[in-house]
């Protein structure tokens, strides 16, 4: 499984940003996937993930009502919208694939496949 994530850049505190993760290399609805990030000196973090037939979503505390992760399984693509951002947000976001679905959706080593990360920045 191939991961690129896309759609990082620079954003005020309270605005909005969606990024993109594209698969290829196995059926995209075959597995969970999930967003993490990892801001300077500190450990990479759950963001959010999502089930391989959509109908469960998972939140950290800290995004929970800003962020809705989606997927759409005919463009093999899953989106984070990421609402009312604000600067302790600021990371590097990374997605990952599940193909197991253990149910350890907090937990970085759940997942079997990673994308190189994208920068997420947001100024106060």
């Known amino acids: 499984v191939q991961l690129q994530a896309s759609g990082g850049g620079l954003v005020q505190a309270g605005g909005s940003l969606r990024l993109s993760c594209a698969a290829s290399?196995?059926?995209?609805?075959?597995?969970?996937m999930g967003w993490f990030r990892q801001a300077p000196g500190k450990e990479r973090e759950f963001v959010a993930a999502?089930?391989?037939?959509?109908?469960?979503?998972y939140y950290a505390d800290s995004v929970k009502d800003r962020f809705t992760i989606s997927r759409d399984n005919l463009k093999n693509t899953v989106y984070p919208q990421m609402n009312s951002l604000k600067p302790e947000d600021t990371a590097v976001y990374y997605c990952a694939a599940d193909l197991v679905e253990r149910g350890r959706w907090y937990e970085p080593d759940e997942y079997d496949y990673w994308g190189q990360g994208t920068q997420v920045t947001v100024s106060s």
């Open positions: 999502i089930r391989r037939s959509r109908d469960s979503t």
């Open positions: 290399g196995r059926t995209f609805s075959s597995y969970a």
